[in-house]
């Protein structure tokens, strides 16, 4: 079992940038696949991005193109998710989660690990 603890939220002005991060430990060497998702208030749980844990090839969901930066270090087992020019639509609480398997994209079944979330608020 992988665990994830995510950091970096917290209320922030619209405009500005933030990192989140997601620290992992236990079997990380199970880890193939890392992800961000989010889950905004009323709204379902929903993809931001995915990256290969070896090799760096990531995914993003179109809603976060050009805005979201997904990255890791691989000797510090820590997943980031840089967000730039926050607006108040990207209040949402903030998961990571691992996986085992290779694939890419918005599917959240493949990832069998996940962290408590972060709260991300975005003032006006």
């Known amino acids: 079992q992988v665990q994830l603890v995510e950091s970096g939220g917290g209320l922030v002005q619209a405009g500005g940038p933030l990192r989140l991060s997601c620290a992992a430990s236990?079997?990380?060497?199970?880890?193939?696949?890392m992800a961000w998702f989010l889950r905004a208030p009323g709204n379902e749980r929903e993809s931001v991005a995915a990256?290969?844990?070896?090799?760096?090839?990531?995914y993003y969901a179109d809603s976060a193109k050009g805005r979201f930066t997904i990255s890791r270090d691989n000797a510090k087992n820590t997943l980031y998710l840089q967000i730039n020019t926050l607006n108040p639509e990207d209040t949402a609480v903030y998961y990571c989660a691992s996986s085992p398997y290779y694939g890419l994209g918005s599917g959240s079944e493949r990832y069998t690990s996940w962290g408590q979330g972060t709260q991300v608020t975005v003032s006006s």
């Open positions: 236990g079997r990380t060497s199970s880890t193939a696949t």
């Open positions: 990256i290969r844990w070896s090799g760096g090839t990531t």
